[in-house]
């Protein structure tokens, strides 16, 4: 019975194990990309936080009904590290449409910054970040290296507190 | 303990026979197919239709995500003069079908105007790994 658990549980978890077995330990690539006000902004301009990557989508609806739980992480759960300039996130989305993505972020009122570069899943970031799916997220220490990917809800939460609250 | 599995074993196939959808199985269409034909160039009789963020296979038309009411009247208006009998395949690849904002809505309105062989292109995860990843026929 018990390995029948086992297998049912890493069944349910494969998707999950596939993105961090590349990613987690190294450093994360750079990603630059346009704001929605037009200048770009570079991930490697927050080193030295420990920066949550969102990547994300408007027309992802799974991805959308996570930024209420991101919001609350934000401005309250971890909006002490946020002020104190320790933790950022970094909203990626892999919109087409401009005006579609400008006016989720107005509709979700996310108040971290957001860059994407409109292409879609032919987005170079995409690539370089092994995404298979949405909404997935990667988590950068302070050195810039991948040290978490995939965490959602009460996992990501207490991840991130972990790692913030142990360098203070 | 078995009760546990037995709730996991029914939690695992609700996807799959939980809830009717509006079309049937032998209207799926597997992305190889119409890569194929794609390839072929046999595609005259058949209209590709995307309904959801981005047309990203060649030659098709790009309706619009169909979540969005605007976009269910555009596919509506483009549909009134195309014959009954013509082929038409309708895909997102936004995400699996069962998250999937876009495709009931766009394939009821196939049934509602009597489209004969009305197909959906079988996404199970994304356009991405079913469609660009194995380099079919996309739009540069």
Redesign the interface.
């Known amino acids: 019975?018990k390995k029948?658990?086992v297998f049912?549980t890493a069944w349910t978890l494969a998707g999950v194990a596939q993105g961090q077995e590349t990613l987690v330990g190294k450093p994360a690539p750079d990603i630059t990309a346009p704001t929605p006000a037009g200048p770009a902004l570079s991930l490697s301009s927050l080193r030295g936080k420990v920066v949550l990557i969102d990547f994300w989508?408007s027309?992802?609806?799974?991805c959308l009904q996570e930024q209420p739980a991101l919001k609350t992480l934000y401005r309250q759960q971890l909006n002490e590290f946020v002020r104190d300039g320790s933790f950022e996130i970094l909203g990626v989305s892999l919109?087409?449409?401009r005006e579609n993505w400008v006016r989720a972020i107005e509709r979700l009122g996310t108040p971290w910054p957001q860059v994407s570069d409109l292409k879609?899943?032919?987005s170079p970031i995409?690539k370089t970040y092994g995404?298979?799916?949405?909404p997935f997220n990667v988590i950068v220490s302070r050195s810039g290296h991948v040290i978490a990917a995939d965490l959602h809800g009460d996992a990501l939460r207490d991840f991130l507190l972990q790692q913030l609250r142990s360098h203070r | 303990?078995r009760y546990a599995?037995l709730l996991?074993a029914l939690f695992a196939a609700a996807p799959v026979f939980g809830q009717s959808e509006p079309w049937t199985p032998a209207q799926l269409m597997k992305p190889e197919v119409l890569a194929s034909r794609i390839t072929a160039s046999q595609t005259q009789n058949l209209l590709i239709l995307s309904v959801?963020?981005?047309a990203?296979i060649k030659g098709s038309v790009d309706i619009g995500?169909t979540r969005d009411q605007a976009n269910v009247e555009k596919l509506k208006t483009y549909l009134k003069t195309v014959s009954r009998e013509k082929e038409v395949v309708i895909y997102c690849g936004?995400?699996p079908f069962d998250?999937?904002?876009n495709i009931r809505p766009a394939f009821r309105v196939l049934n509602e105007m009597g489209f004969k062989k009305a197909r959906l292109l079988d996404i199970p995860?994304?356009?991405?790994?079913n469609w660009?990843d194995k380099d079919y026929p996309s739009v540069d």
């Open positions: 019975m029948i658990l049912l989508a027309w992802c609806a799974p919109d087409k449409n879609f899943w032919k995409a995404l298979e799916g949405l | 303990m599995l996991f959801g963020p981005d990203v995500p936004c995400c998250k999937c904002p995860k994304n356009i991405k790994v660009l």
